[in-house]
Each structure stands twice: as structure tokens, then as C-alpha cells.
């Protein structure tokens, strides 16, 4: 029989809450969704910036939602300043981390390889990580989606054992749907533009691993979600879930997406 999968929704909260109050508030705000229910067969985490990564942890613990990190450094400990390792993320119970972003990959010139050690120290220190790809607007004008993409895919995959691919979440981001801030119109691709991209990505790992493998993974849509085009781009299109920037800095819309996504 075929295993259950959970859909899955992350909140990248990126470089928000900007002070000790905001934070409070946000999960103050939070709990209290939570406490309304309706998302129990979902996996929600919550992936705020590394300094409130403990007080996530602490305030979360228990209430059936995960916390994850927006970056680990590939090493465990040492000269990095700056940096955070997956056993500091593993220590304070965090159990997720997003690994590839658009916005390191193309903001802090982190490259496929900087993505495949980290994806690896995650795994072996038993956290999940979210793999972000996602082609540019210009690389998608140019015709280049499915290359750009396979090549994320191969490299940021390189030599990790097919044992270790169910572990990890796929997230497919198109860079030029990703929202440039609240309230900013954007564009976001159609259903029929994230299956062939979803059926791409199980193309990508049935070549390298085989087709029972690529069954298994699970792949989300990112950009722009919010509750009008969640349906579409997350659920139309066969995806397992959304992983969601803006609309995740107010908890009520949040997890309202998440019980949307609760079958
Ligand atoms: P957005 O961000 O939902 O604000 O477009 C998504 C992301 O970058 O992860």
C-alpha cells in the first residue's frame, strides 16, 4: 500500500521581526491559531531568523508544529563567523532547515556545491532540509527552465545515497514569482506550468535514482502563495505543499493556509 504522504507548509519569515516585541506578538498571535486546530495532517514549520531560532523552539515545544533554520554552514564548528551549524540548529530542538534559497543563491553567491555540503551536514545530523531551486525570470525567457533546474537538481543532489531522498523537501521556487514584499503585485505561474515542472523534477530523480524513489519525495510551490492562488499553484497542480514568505509574517493568514491544505 501506498504511505500516506503529508502535505506540507513552511513559514520562511526571512529577515523579519525586527524586534523582542514583534517576535512576542507573532507568537503570541500563533499559539492562538494554533489552539483553533484543523491542520493535524499537515507538517507546518516555522523557519524564523537564527536569533529567535530558541525561543521558536521553546514557545512551539509540544503544540504539533516544527521549527526549522533559513541557513546552516556546511562545517560542524569553527572559524565562521557569522555562522550557524546544523548541531546548533539540532541542539535547541529546531528539527528543519532551508537550504538553497534564491535569495543566498543569488543575493549571496551560494553555489550548487555550497548547497549539496550543506544538504548533507542536515542529513547527518538528522535534520530535514527544504531544497530550494527555481529558475530566473531571465533564465525562463531564455528557454532555459529545464536545464537550469536539472542542474540544481543533479549538483545540489550530487552524490547523496537514494536512502537519504526521502528525508528531504523539495521546493520548487521560481525566482521571478517570489514576492518582493508585502502587498507587492506579482506573477505567479499556472497549475499546468507547475505540473510539467513537478513531473520534471520526478523525471530528474527517477534518472538518477529510480522511479520507486522519485515516488517517494515530496515537492511544495513557493512564490506568492496566499489564499487566493493556493488552490492552483499548490494543490491543482499535484503539489505536496507551499512553502510561504510574506503571507507567513501574519499567523492568522498562515494558518489559515495550513488548514486549507488539511485534506
Ligand atoms: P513569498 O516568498 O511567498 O513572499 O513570495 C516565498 C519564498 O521566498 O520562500
Known amino acids: 500500500m501506498k504511505k500516506h504522504k503529508k502535505k506540507i507548509i513552511v513559514a520562511n519569515i526571512k529577515m523579519n521581526l525586527l524586534s523582542v516585541l514583534e517576535r512576542d506578538n507573532y507568537l503570541k498571535s500563533l499559539e492562538g491559531e494554533i489552539k483553533k486546530g484543523g491542520f493535524d495532517d499537515v507538517e507546518v514549520i516555522f523557519c524564523p531568523p537564527s536569533v529567535y531560532l530558541e525561543s521558536f523552539s521553546k514557545t512551539l515545544k509540544g503544540k504539533k508544529v516544527f521549527v526549522g533554520a533559513q541557513n546552516i554552514h556546511w562545517e560542524k564548528k569553527g572559524t565562521f563567523t557569522g555562522e550557524i551549524s546544523a548541531p546548533m540548529v539540532k541542539g535547541i530542538n529546531a528539527t528543519h532547515v532551508i537550504i538553497g ?4 543563491r543569488h543575493g549571496l553567491g551560494e553555489d550548487n556545491e555550497m548547497v ?8 547527518e545530523e538528522g535534520i530535514t532540509p527544504i531544497f530550494c531551486f527555481g529558475e530566473t525570470r531571465n533564465e525562463r525567457d531564455l528557454g532555459a527552465t529545464k536545464d537550469v533546474i536539472t542542474k540544481q537538481i543533479i549538483e545540489g543532489l550530487g552524490d547523496i545515497s537514494p536512502m537519504k531522498l526521502s528525508k528531504i523537501i523539495f ?3 521560481p525566482v521571478w514569482a517570489i514576492s518582493a ?3 507587492m503585485p506579482s506573477v505567479v505561474p499556472n497549475s499546468n506550468e507547475i505540473m510539467e515542472l513537478r513531473i520534471l523534477v520526478k523525471k530528474i530523480i527517477t534518472e538518477k535514482y529510480g522511479a520507486s524513489r522519485a515516488e517517494e519525495i515530496r515537492i511544495t510551490y513557493g512564490g506568492s502563495v496566499n489564499a487566493n492562488i493556493l488552490k492552483p499553484t499548490c494543490l491543482d497542480s499535484g503539489m505536496d505543499g507551499a512553502l510561504v514568505g ?3 509574517l501574519i499567523p492568522l493568514k498562515f494558518m489559515e493556509l495550513a488548514r486549507m491544505l488539511n485534506k
Do not use: I, M, T, V
Not at 534559497?101 to 543566498?104: A, T
Not at 549539496?116 to 542529513?123: I, S, T, V, Y
Open 181 to 183: 514584499g508585502p502587498g
Open 116 to 123: 549539496n555540503r550543506k544538504l548533507k551536514a542536515a542529513l
Open 246 to 248: 510574506g503571507e507567513s
Open 101 to 104: 534559497h534564491s535569495e543566498r
Open 171 to 173: 521546493a520548487y521556487e
